[in-house]
């Protein structure tokens, strides 16, 4: 059984930094794609960033790149995301979830099939 914890949340200030982790359980880690999604307060979940199962295929969101960074560790089964320079517009809820297919990198939300509870981040102007 596949089960993703998201930790690292928090209230920040603008321009501070946060590490969220994504702890996945299951055997199969390493054959997946990780993707990172935000939602904020009334709006739809989107694509923050995506790590591919050997991390040497990166992509992410354009409101993101150059200060958000994703790494995995494939032996310990987790996956990070440094944000950087942190935003009032980066607050939301942040997810991980799991590429539903094996050796695929999908940027949409319909790509993924397990998803953790999710970890609030806030950042204050």
């Known amino acids: 059984q596949v089960r993703l914890v998201e930790s690292g949340g928090g209230l920040v200030q603008a321009g501070d930094s946060l590490r969220l982790s994504c702890s996945v359980s299951g055997r199969t880690f390493d054959w997946y794609s990780m993707g990172w999604f935000r939602q904020a307060a009334g709006k739809e979940r989107e694509f923050v960033a995506v790590i591919d199962r050997t991390g040497t295929t990166i992509h992410y969101a354009d409101s993101v790149r150059g200060r958000f960074t994703i790494s995995r560790d494939n032996a310990g089964q987790m996956v990070y995301l440094q944000m950087n320079l942190l935003k009032p517009e980066d607050t939301g809820i942040y997810y991980c979830?799991?590429?539903?297919?094996?050796?695929?990198?999908?940027?949409?939300?319909?790509?993924?099939?397990?998803w953790g509870q999710g970890t609030q981040v806030t950042v204050a102007s």
């Open positions: 979830a799991r590429d539903v297919v094996v050796g695929r990198i999908s940027q949409t939300r319909d790509g993924y099939d397990f």
